[in-house]
């Protein structure tokens, strides 16, 4: 099961939320959970261990606009995880599933406004399927079927939100 809730927000709301989560201070290095540190990449954890109240708003107004556009056909609106996470083409793909256990699904999606998944690659990929990331569209799964980001081919460093919610 994979849903795609196309053009759910408006692109300089993805401008000021890159902007906000590039200033801030708490980006950690602990994922992917168990490989090497230059394996692993830069991300910042909103709900539920951070203290920016700010991108925490933000992610919250925008999951709420995915809602609006879409989302309250599979999720509700209540975060159990949210997290900000940047990629360059140095970031090998990550096979993997996440263990939230039976009825939580995934909510994905590039904060990028100029984002170009034909030039800049970085899509997503589950189940051996590849899906292309386009700013404005976001895609809802069930995370525990193995996914992972697609390689990036461009210099640009790719930012992504991903929310962890339950399933309607």
Known sequence: MLHTIDNCCS??????MMLLSQRSDQWNFRYPEGKPFEQRFA????????????LAG???????QIYDAGGKDYIVPAMHFCAISVKDKTTPTNFHTDNWGEGKLKVLG????????????????????????EPTDFLIFDSNQTHSNDIITSDKDRYAVDFMLTAK
């Open 11 to 16: 692109k300089s709301y993805l401008d000021s």
């Open 110 to 133: 590039i904060l990028n406004s100029d984002w170009n998944s034909k030039e800049d690659g970085g899509g997503f990929i589950c189940n051996d399927v590849a899906y292309k990331l």
């Open 43 to 54: 991300k910042i954890n909103l709900v539920p261990d951070n203290q920016n109240t700010s």
């Open 58 to 64: 933000m992610a919250m107004g925008l999951l709420l």
